[in-house]
């Protein structure tokens, strides 16, 4: 059984910085292509980054220069950091593989005040 598990978010004015983790289980975590999603209210959820295996990782353009995306293989744990947050970035962000499982977690919200 699929089980991801996300903490870290908070409330952050803009310019500030948070990071997100998520602990999975369940998976061939070491095999997996791992990804973080977000989703505002009213709006799709979209993928913001993922890691291979190897460590190679992708930005969504509204990421890209200000989230890193990391893994740990040892803890089964991805992370997502992320700097001069803009309170576009507000949602709830969840992780899982990509493509995705069905097996969502209850996410992480973000919120960032202007």
């Known amino acids: 059984q699929v089980q991801l598990v996300e903490s870290g978010g908070g409330l952050v004015q803009a310019g500030g910085s948070l990071t997100l983790s998520c602990s999975a289980s369940?998976?061939?975590?070491?095999?997996?292509?791992l990804a973080w999603y977000r989703q505002a209210p009213g709006k799709q959820r979209e993928r913001v980054a993922f890691i291979g295996p190897s460590g190679h990782t992708s930005y969504d353009s509204s990421a890209k220069g200000r989230f890193t995306i990391a893994r740990d293989n040892d803890k089964n744990t991805v992370h997502l950091q992320m700097k001069n947050l803009e309170p576009e970035d507000s949602a709830t962000y969840y992780c899982?593989?990509?493509?995705?499982?069905?097996?969502w977690g209850q996410g992480a919200r973000v919120t960032v005040s202007s």
């Open positions: 369940g998976i061939n975590f070491s095999s997996k292509i």
């Open positions: 899982n593989t990509f493509p995705s499982t069905e097996a």
